[in-house]
């Protein structure tokens, strides 16, 4: 069974950096697309980034263009997301999620396609923003 732990979370100054981690494990198969996603209080999730680890390919909401940065480790358990120049804007609960379908990252951040769905997410964590 696919689980996601996400850890990193915590309180950090505006212009200050943080770098959350996602722990996977358990898919049956060797390729699937890891995406990372935040929801704030009385808004709507959003996409924020994404991996596809059959090629390696990221993907980036505009808001965190330039600032974010996805990245998974050699062993292929882990992904990160290293925030830089943070704002109180970024203040969220952040979650990761996967699915089998490596083309959800594509779809999802190049298509625009808001009926990409993923089956497997963590729980999040809180990342809050603040002087």
């Known amino acids: 069974q696919v689980q996601l732990v996400e850890s990193g979370g915590e309180l950090v100054r505006p212009g200050g950096s943080l770098r959350l981690s996602c722990a996977y494990s358990g898919f049956a198969l060797d390729y699937y697309a890891i995406g990372w996603f935040r929801q704030a209080p009385g808004k709507e999730r959003e996409g924020v980034s994404c991996?596809?680890?059959?090629?390696?390919?990221?993907y980036y909401a505009d808001s965190v263009k330039g600032r974010f940065t996805v990245s998974r480790d050699n062993a292929g358990d882990t992904v990160y997301l290293q925030m830089n120049s943070l704002e109180p804007e970024d203040t969220a609960v952040y979650y990761c999620?996967?699915?089998?379908?490596?083309?959800?990252?594509?779809?999802?951040?190049?298509?625009?396609?808001?009926?990409?769905?993923?089956?497997?997410w963590g729980r999040g964590t809180q990342v809050t923003v603040s002087s």
């Open positions: 999620a996967a699915d089998y379908r490596t083309s959800a990252c594509y779809r999802q951040y190049e298509e625009k396609d808001s009926r990409v769905t993923y089956a497997y």
């Open positions: 991996i596809s680890n059959s090629d390696g390919s990221t």
